[in-house]
C-alpha cells in the first residue's frame, strides 16, 4: 500500500472522512499527538488501526468525539466527570466513563469492558475529521507497537509508511505527550495516567497511578477457558476459527482482521452461554493472531 501524506486542507479531510467510513484508518494530528484513527462503531475498522501498529496485544483505546453531548450519548457522566469535561474540553483530558448499552461502540475498542474512555480534542484537523466522518473515533498513537509517539507527520511515515492509506500533515504537534486519563467508573475520580492537565491529587483523591488499561483489569469471561481446542467437550462452548467450526466462529475464512473484531463479541457470547466452560480453536500467531492469543492466554490463565 501506497501512503499519502497530504496537508491538511478542506480537501484532504473530505478524502480522510471517506477512507474512515469505508473501515480504513487514517493519521492525523491531534494537540497531543498524531493519532490513527478509525470509525469506532465498525469493528474490522479499528482492528487494522491493531493491524498496522503491528501490536501484540489488545488493550482500552480512547474514543475522539467533537463535543461533550457527543460523549454523553456514548458514555454515562457522573457530576464530578462533566466537571472536569465542563473544565478541561476540548483539551488533552480523556475522561474513562460507563459505557452506555447500545451506543454502539465496537467491543474491540473497549477491549471487552463495560466503560469507555472519551476525549474531546482541541486540534482543527481531528475536529474536522470528526466532522466529516460523522462518527466517533478510536485514536491512539500513529506509530509501530514499540516505537515512540510520533509528533509529526515524516514521523508517522517512518514508522506506518507503506501501512496505512493517508496522514493528514498538521505540522507538529504542540504537546507532545499523551493525554492526561481520569477514571470516573465507581468510586472516587482516580488518575490513571499523568498528562498535559494537572488534576490535583485532592480531585483525584485515592488516586494511585496504574499502570495502563488496569483500571477495571483487563476484560476476561468468567468461565475456565481451554485453547487450541479442535473439538468441544460436551460441557464447552467451543469458537471456532477457520475450518474449526463451533457454537461461532471468530472467522470463518480464516482472516484476522475479522476475528480480531469479532474476538470480545464472542468471548461475552460464550460467557453468557449455558455451557460450562470456553474452548477456542487454535489461531495462527501471525499479525494480529498475535494479539489475540495474547488475549485468550491471559483469559485462560485468570487467577
Ligand atoms: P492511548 O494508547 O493513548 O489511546 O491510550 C489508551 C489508554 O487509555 C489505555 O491504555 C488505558 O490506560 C486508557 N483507557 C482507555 N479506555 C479505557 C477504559 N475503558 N478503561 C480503562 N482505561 C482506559
Ligand atoms: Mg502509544
Not at 497531543?32 to 488501526?49: F, H, W
Not at 481531528?126 to 466529516?132: I, P, S, V
Not at 478510536?138 to 507503506?162: C, D, K
Not at 497511578?209 to 477457558?225: D, R
Amino acid at each position: 500500500m501506497e501512503t499519502q501524506v497530504l496537508p491538511f486542507t478542506d480537501d484532504s479531510i473530505a478524502e480522510a472522512g471517506r477512507l474512515i467510513l469505508a473501515g480504513e484508518p487514517v493519521a492525523v494530528p491531534t494537540e497531543t499527538v498524531y493519532g490513527l484513527a478509525a470509525d469506532a462503531t465498525n469493528a474490522e475498522a479499528v482492528a487494522r488501526i491493531y493491524e498496522a501498529k503491528g501490536r501484540p496485544s489488545f488493550n482500552p483505546l480512547i474514543v475522539h468525539v467533537p463535543d461533550l453531548a457527543a460523549a454523553q450519548r456514548i458514555g454515562e457522566f457522573r457530576d464530578d466527570a462533566l466537571e472536569l469535561a465542563h473544565q478541561h474540553w476540548p483539551g488533552p483530558l480523556t475522561l474513562v466513563v460507563r459505557l452506555r448499552a447500545g451506543a454502539g461502540i465496537a467491543s474491540i475498542v473497549t477491549a471487552g469492558l463495560p466503560t469507555v474512555g472519551l476525549r474531546v480534542p482541541d486540534h482543527p484537523a481531528m475536529q474536522a475529521l470528526l466532522g466529516a466522518s460523522g462518527r466517533p473515533l478510536a485514536a491512539p498513537s500513529a506509530n509501530a507497537s514499540g516505537s515512540i509517539s510520533p509528533t509529526r507527520a515524516e514521523h508517522v511515515l517512518r514508522s506506518l509508511g507503506g501501512r496505512i492509506p493517508l496522514v493528514i500533515d498538521g505540522g507538529a504537534a504542540r504537546r507532545g505527550i499523551e493525554s492526561t486519563i481520569v477514571g470516573a467508573t465507581g468510586g472516587p475520580l482516580r488518575l490513571l495516567r499523568r498528562g498535559p492537565i494537572e488534576i490535583d491529587a485532592e480531585a483525584a483523591s485515592g488516586a494511585g497511578i496504574e499502570s495502563p488499561g488496569q483500571m477495571a483489569s483487563h476484560y476476561a469471561p468468567s468461565k475456565p477457558l481451554r485453547l487450541r481446542a479442535e473439538a468441544a467437550e460436551p460441557d464447552e462452548y467451543l469458537i471456532g476459527f477457520g475450518v474449526i467450526d463451533g457454537d461461532a466462529n471468530l472467522s470463518p475464512g480464516g482472516d484476522l482482521v475479522e476475528a480480531a473484531s469479532r474476538l470480545f463479541d464472542l468471548l461475552h457470547s460464550a460467557d453468557a452461554s449455558p455451557k460450562a466452560r470456553i474452548a477456542v480453536a487454535p489461531v495462527p500467531d501471525a499479525g494480529l493472531g498475535a494479539a489475540i492469543n495474547d488475549r485468550l492466554r491471559r483469559a485462560a490463565h485468570r487467577a
